[in-house]
């Protein structure tokens, strides 16, 4: 793929630098030895690993079809670096749109927007096992509707978007799913955010909508609450989300979360701290959903990461980070990204890692 791009960027170059369009490759490398301590239900295991932290190739392009509308595509695909699990051109987000005046339009597959609330402003970490969102969003996924049922942290497959204009700081973006196949039942999801950035301030509010995703009839929603202040070479960071589940029928699970962060930046160095909890779920369900465990006692979890990165120019940093999550009796949250396949109900994980992270 990369070839063909630049193939075709050196063979329609001068008209597209005539025209004012551009086609551009992108992405980024990161990867770090890591190691995990994993502990629980009578057992001690550990491991380590050379870990890829969910590297990026991407190709995106734009055309000025006139003074003011413009046609863009994004092409993005992950790079397995340490050759674990496939990996398909187009499997991250991708899509086709228009962008002018009156806003921007998408098709294709991107995450949603309640994502954009909190996990590229307010988790310092973002991607691998130091990041939150094993409990933020009870675990990613890539997904069309249905799959994956408890991850309200998604990119989402066969997505209409819609993205106001920016007006004094404020924005409105809101996504919706359109079938792909006759389906049974009738799954769809809905996603919205409202946001506000100024200055040193970002404010957003997410609301996310799964319709029959456990089954016929089931109705399941997300909320999420984030805000970052930063001052000097500090940034303070933080998130509120609720999500509600129906996972049978007459039976439903909610529960809240909450994380807080920091970076600190002086010279080439940064600090990173965040601390995430996953409450204890209420409810009458008899399953767990995801990493949440059965309403009760035990359902909480905490996830404590701290980091330090040095940058050695524009693009490349040297890092080094730590993380410890600790699951109550009967929640079962995962590491982030590099999930660990004999992780049990109850159990504890530790890992340290250094790394590098290459941007192009």
């Known amino acids: 793929m990369a070839a063909a791009a630049a193939l075709a960027a050196s063979t329609a ?9 551009s086609v551009q490759i992108y992405g980024f490398i990161k990867e770090d030895v890591e190691t995990i301590r994993l502990s629980g239900n009578g057992r001690t295991e550990s491991l380590t ?18 003074a003011d509308l413009e046609a863009f595509f994004q092409i993005e695909t992950n790079l397995r670096m340490t050759g674990a ?15 002018g005046p009156y806003g921007e339009f998408l098709m294709g597959q991107w995450e949603t927007p309640l994502r954009y609330a909190s996990v590229y402003t307010v988790d310092p970490f973002t991607a691998g096992v130091f990041a939150s969102n094993s409990i933020m969003g009870n675990g990613f996924t890539t997904a069309d509707d249905g799959v ?7 990119r989402q497959k066969n997505l209409f978007q819609y993205t106001t204009p920016n007006w004094r700081g404020f924005s409105l ?27 040193d301030w970002f404010v957003a509010w997410g609301h996310e909508y799964h319709r029959d995703y456990f089954y016929d009839g089931s109705a399941d929603h997300a909320d999420r609450l984030a805000a970052t202040y930063t001052f000097g070479g500090t940034k303070l960071r933080g998130a509120y989300e609720r999500l509600r589940y129906q996972p049978a029928p007459g039976r439903s699970v909610y529960r809240d979360a909450w994380q807080v962060a920091v ?6 160095h940064q600090l990173r701290a965040s601390y995430t909890r996953g409450g204890d779920a209420r409810g009458n369900a008899i399953k767990p959903v995801g990493g949440i465990g059965l309403p009760g006692p035990g359902s909480s979890a905490w996830q404590l990461s701290l980091g330090y990165g040095y940058t050695l120019s524009k693009r490349t940093e040297l890092w080094t980070s730590f993380t410890r999550l600790a699951n109550g009796s009967a929640a079962r949250y995962n590491l982030a990204g590099n999930p660990l396949p004999q992780l049990r109900a109850g159990d504890t994980a530790t890992a340290f890692g250094a ?5 192009f």
């Open 355 to 359: 790394g590098i992270t290459h941007k």
């Open 263 to 268: 970076t600190h930046g002086f010279g080439p």
């Open 49 to 66: 690993r050379l870990a890829n932290d969910l590297s990026v190739l991407g190709l995106r392009g734009q055309e000025r079809i006139s």
């Open 148 to 154: 994956a049922p408890h991850s309200f942290d998604r």
């Open 85 to 99: 699990g496939p990996a398909e051109i187009s499997d991250r987000n991708s899509g086709l749109g228009l962008r």
């Open 173 to 199: 973006k809101a996504g919706v799913t359109l079938p792909s196949r006759m389906p049974t039942g009738n799954p769809m999801m809905a996603s919205g955010l409202a946001s506000y950035a100024s200055g």
């Open 13 to 21: 170059g001068p008209a597209l630098a005539q025209s004012g369009d």
